[in-house]
């Protein structure tokens, strides 16, 4: 493996990354900025967690000079990232003297308007940066590298258009890099229509199964929730995250939770950027150790030492499974996934192992529940004592999800 010096940072990078306490490059790191160095177009595909900020801003760091405008733009798909992605980069150019701001919807445009005039680099929503292009308030002229973060998410959040609308803005004559936790043939194609010969760089398997342990749990549709209660309440250690596929779900189950006296906090995109990262303050900093979410905290955002992860709903695309069980087991550290599995699940869950043959699947076999109904339910195929082996059949229909509003 290479080191940071051997990649050819200046001294500046060096000693900010020092400071920052890294000593070896990621995968992702190593393979991809001896590319971006030499000016070349990226499609970066690596897991979330991996350093894909660090690699794509070591590069902007490099290009980038203090006081010529508006040079670089990096798009997210949430305000979240938007945030983090800026914070990572001004600790990224300490000693450089450059102005790194953030614009997203939620928050005043006057104060963003102001800031763009002496802005170096822009990290931004797409839904706010047309804002900002249709009133003029953002010159893109000289805009040298840009960059698609979390391109994957932007696309499944609908933002393609408004992603192309932007890409028209910027000079032809720039460098193009696109970075994201997975980066299928649709996403691919789009990439290449707007980038000039794209070196592609693939970091190692997304999920180290060695560290991760999943398991699943056959629950009734109404004892769900209490199933989940006795699971976090036996918890003791670190911090838990619970996955929902909607936002009304989410407010149900942290509603119920703090019922149960359990420290439980949302996070959903129905909610203000204010109480969005209040409440993702809150977690990081252990003052609730039960953070109940949609996937919009399943990309991206800066969460550690989550030890478990559950998914209350199971995902309906297979890789936001993958975005969501890859929270837990990171740098090295031990992870438990527990997926509560109901009639309303099977479709999803066997998608899910379908796509990903390779996992194993342990049944979380916890014998009796201490509330009502709690009789096994049948099971939607066939299962061994110990390892998952599923065999979908036919005659089992998920019911109607209910809750079919956005995320």
């Not at 997304?206 to 699971?231: A, G, I, P, W």
């Not at 909607?246 to 149900?252: G, I, N």
């Not at 992860?309 to 996934?337: C, F, L, Q």
Request: net charge positive; with cysteine.
């Amino acid at each position: 493996m290479k080191t940071f010096e051997q990649l050819g940072l200046d001294q500046k990078l060096m000693t900010a990354i020092n400071r920052l306490g890294f000593t070896e490059p990621t995968t992702i790191q190593e393979r991809s900025i001896p590319l971006i160095f030499d000016g070349k177009d990226i499609i970066g595909e690596s897991a979330t967690g991996s350093g894909k900020t660090l690699a794509f801003g070591c590069g902007v760091l490099k290009t980038v000079v203090p006081r010529r405008g508006l040079q670089s733009l990096i798009l997210t798909p949430t305000r979240e990232l938007a945030e983090q992605v800026k914070d990572a980069l001004r600790e990224l150019a300490h000693g450089k003297q450059l102005n790194i701001i953030a614009v997203y919807g939620g928050v005043s445009i006057n104060t963003q308007i102001h800031a763009l005039r002496n802005a170096e680099i822009v990290i931004g929503t797409p839904g706010r940066l047309l804002d900002h292009l249709q009133r003029r308030t953002i010159n893109m002229s000289k805009i040298s590298i840009l960059v698609i973060d979390e391109a994957d998410r932007m696309f499944d959040m609908g933002f393609q258009r408004d992603v192309e609308k932007i890409i028209r803005t910027c000079p032809r004559d720039r460098q193009t890099l696109f970075f994201s936790a997975t980066i299928p043939a649709s996403i691919m194609a789009f990439a290449k229509r707007h980038m000039d010969q794209p070196d592609q760089v693939f970091a190692e398997k997304m999920v180290d199964q060695e560290k991760l342990e999943q398991t699943y749990l056959d629950v009734t549709r109404d004892m769900k929730f209490y199933k989940l209660t006795e699971l976090l309440q036996n918890e003791n250690s670190g911090l838990a995250m619970v996955f929902c596929n909607t936002r009304r779900t989410t407010d149900y189950v942290v509603r119920h939770l703090k019922a149960e006296k359990i420290r439980a906090i949302g996070i959903h995109g129905g909610l203000s950027q204010k109480m969005r990262s209040l409440n993702l303050d809150k977690f990081n900093n252990y003052r609730v150790n039960v953070l109940v979410c949609t996937d919009v905290a399943s990309r991206g955002l800066h969460i550690d030492n989550v030890s478990k992860i559950y998914n209350y709903d199971m995902p309906r695309d297979p890789n936001d499974y993958i975005h969501r069980i890859g929270r837990t087991a990171r740098a090295g550290e031990s992870g438990k996934v527990i997926n509560l599995v109901s009639n309303s699940d099977y479709t999803h869950f066997s998608k899910i192992l379908r796509t990903y043959r390779t996992f194993e699947m342990e049944n979380l076999d916890i014998p009796g529940m201490t509330k009502s109904g709690s009789q096994k339910p049948k099971r939607p195929g066939s299962y061994n004592k110990r390892k998952f082996a599923y065999r979908s059949n036919r005659s089992i229909r998920p019911k109607r999800n209910h809750y079919q509003n956005k995320r």
